[in-house]
T-cell receptor, first 109, second 112 residues
Framework: KQEVTQIPAALSVPEGENLVLNCSFT??????LQWFRQDPGKGLTSLLL?????REQTSGRLNASLDKSSGRSTLYIAASQPGDSATYLC????????FGKGTRLHILP | DAGITQSPRHKVTETGTPVTLRCHQT?????MYWYRQDPGHGLRLIHY???????DKGEVSDGYSVSRSKTEDFLLTLESATSSQTSVYFC???????????FGPGTRLTVL
């Protein structure tokens, strides 16, 4: 059974710092991995999608990597801003989409 | 914006009453999903649909049923609501393995 783990559960960093969020999964037979952002009381917004054949994807200050063999993905956020404060979730798709519980990120002004 | 709406957005009901949540999409996508989100559990799949009248169970399907009589609508029914079904419910659509899921705004359900 696929399990997705995100560590840490919460993270606070000063504005301007670069940071890395981690996601691990137990079964490497996935189609893709996705990173989402969720603001309080809101739905999920897709940030990046990495296909199983890809190593990384970039969008602006965000870079997501995928290492299927080790069952790991990272989301790198450069030059963090207070507006980046949110919960970040990763999800893997094998025959269903399984979500991690998220990392709650707080950027300190 | 993938044109997904959910109704109602908020609902308070009493234990034992039936409740139906509606998800509506405007883009004619085949795959639709219902999730619930709870503190400490993250997002968990309740049911999903891969076409009109084609549905399957997710990991937390007990106490829930779904129907999809039209491509654009996916209904989630709690036949007899219980307090353990108090949660935020999200609908999502999926365009295929090369694309991501798109989520609706959520429905906050409270069962007293």
């Amino acid at each position: 059974k696929q399990e997705v783990t995100q560590i840490p559960a919460a993270l606070s960093v000063p504005e301007g710092e670069n940071l890395v969020l981690n996601c691990s999964f137990t079964d490497s037979a996935i189609y893709n991995l996705q990173w989402f952002r969720q603001d309080p009381g809101k739905g999920l917004t897709s940030l990046l999608l990495i296909q199983s054949s890809q190593r990384e994807q970039t969008s602006g200050r965000l870079n997501a990597s995928l290492d299927k063999s080790s069952g790991r993905s990272t989301l790198y956020i450069a030059a963090s801003q207070p507006g980046d404060s949110a919960t970040y979730l990763c999800a893997v798709f094998d025959d269903k989409i399984i979500f991690g519980k998220g990392t709650r990120l707080h950027i300190l002004p | 914006d993938a044109g997904i709406t959910q109704s109602p957005r908020h609902k308070v009901t009493e234990t034992g009453t039936p409740v139906t949540l509606r998800c509506h999409q405007t883009e004619n996508h085949r795959y639709m999903y219902w999730y619930r989100q709870d503190p400490g559990h993250g997002l968990r799949l309740i049911h999903y649909s891969y076409g009109v009248k084609d549905t399957d169970k997710g990991e937390v399907s007990d106490g829930y049923s779904v129907s999809r009589s039209k491509t654009e609508d996916f209904l989630l029914t709690l036949e007899s609501a219980t307090s353990s079904q108090t949660s935020v419910y999200f609908c999502a659509i999926w365009r295929g393995t090369t694309d991501t899921q798109y989520f609706g705004p959520g429905t906050r359900l409270t069962v007293l």
